[in-house]
């Protein structure tokens, strides 16, 4: 089964779009956990046990683990998920991006060593440092398109012809690079319009994984009703901190559940609404 | 002492403008070391003992340790070249971009956890993505600009306004974003006239780290001539795999020193020059 037919069946099976976002900060843990040697898997394993329910992928990000040696950690719960989650997709964020002797590379670390079921990936160098990620036929590579920060526009808005540098990034990764229908792209939820324009130029067939809701400020309603397809699906709505810090006592599984369980609720109350059709 | 100020110190000193990239293969190492766990750390350190004296920088490539799952000896052999080779700096080649939040992990991961002396980024993510890095006044922050591979053009050549995107980058990069004089640029080997303009934009005071010489093909003679400063320095040429790969028997170390010799002469050939002045 390819990253995108387990996404589509994850979507069917758990009526959700919500991306529970792994986003582990020690400094923010609660007190049962703070100074453990493994307190950055168990963590993850009790947001991730909370939400499941609640969520059609997970998303580590991967610096969260290796700034604190923490590779072992990721490796232990990515694992986890599969296990107890079997057919919860797991996207690895990296947002790698280099030439493809060294993108081979990163391609097996995050689908090897990893087992990740799509992995984000930088434009900047172009095609042919994505294609080696495509060997791996069955994983997902996510394309950062138009990123939630407001610093992006400096680089992705510039202007180019009569299109903006990110549209012309998602034309060349829908009509070129996707050669095996592996590919989605990265779009903040902090842009509603530019979701919009990605969706057109998409598709209905590309999921967009949609970052920047909560504390980074983009609105679920504007995101959900321009980005989905006309089946009302094909979004990755990615909440990490609102949901992994939604309480700091011991009660903080149980608070990062209600709020992901709400978060679904808000996306599901937006997929359905066609006045934008 | 920042990062700049050690690489103005190593290339006079070494009168080497040679950076080794670091990317080890085990499949391509020789005899003496197959199997060992310590495999990549004791082949880097062979190649480090060997081209130390005819190298400025030496640039590991993240992704050969961490497909390998030897962060552990990329931690030892960065703190054997900091013991050994002091004054040397170590540039960490990672190509990070993302979110500030997240950025500042991906800092704390390159200049606390690995004590990289430089670490390479990508530009995509816009200004707001790289300030983080700059909280470590004494490190270097090195922006992608022009990558030596084929496909980057699809992106970096883009036309804004009367200007490719790579130059859009590099002015801002220089102009907006080098708030302390940490900043260098990557500019691949493989295209000499964009390393002349990348340099007439970045003016002497911002190195140029330049990869794609050898295995890639670029020529070491034109990347010399045109991107080297007036007083002709501020290049880190970059050569990976012919230094290490120069051998394949027990002699591999003394064939990649005679290699790291003859390329740091070649550039210094170049280096004299002054017709193009």
Redesign the interface.
């Known amino acids: 089964m390819t990253f995108i037919q387990m996404l589509n069946a994850a979507w069917r099976r758990t009526g959700s779009m919500l991306c529970v976002g792994l ?1 582990p900060e020690p400094a923010r843990f609660p007190p049962p956990l703070a100074g453990r040697a493994d307190a950055i898997f168990e963590f993850c394993r009790a947001i991730v046990d909370a939400t499941a329910p609640y969520a059609c992928a997970f998303k580590p ?1 991967i ?2 683990f ?2 604190y ?1 923490a ?1 072992a950690q990721l490796e232990a719960l990515i694992a986890y998920i599969h296990a107890q989650y079997p057919g919860i997709p797991v996207v690895l964020d990296a ?6 002797s ?2 081979a ?2 391609a ?2 995050a689908f ?2 990893y087992r990740a079921d799509a992995l984000t990936v ?8 994505i294609v080696p990620y495509f060997a791996y036929s069955d994983k997902g590579v996510i394309v ?1 398109c138009r ?10 808005l ?4 009569d299109a903006c ?1 990110y549209q ?2 998602a034309r ?1 990764a829908v009509e070129q690079w996707n050669t095996n229908g592996q590919l989605g792209l990265v779009v903040g939820a902090t842009f509603p319009a530019e979701i919009a324009a990605v969706r057109r130029i998409a598709g209905d067939e590309v999921p967009l994984l949609v970052p920047g809701v909560g504390v ?1 400020g983009g609105e679920i309603g504007a995101a959900v009703q321009v980005g989905r397809t006309r089946q009302g699906a094909g979004l990755l709505i990615n909440v990490s901190r609102a949901v992994l810090y939604a309480g700091n006592g011991a009660d903080f599984a149980l608070a990062a559940a209600r709020t992901a369980q709400r978060m679904r609720d808000a996306i599901n109350i937006y997929r359905g609404f066609s006045c934008l059709n």
Chains 1, 2 share one sequence.
């Open positions: 986003d990000q610096a969260y290796s700034a040696r590779e947002k790698r991006g280099d030439i493809g060294t993108a590379l990163y097996r670390e090897e060593r930088n434009p900047y160098l172009g095609g042919d440092s950062l990123t939630s920060n407001a610093g992006g526009a400096e680089v992705q510039q202007r180019v012809g540098l012309i990034i060349r980074q």
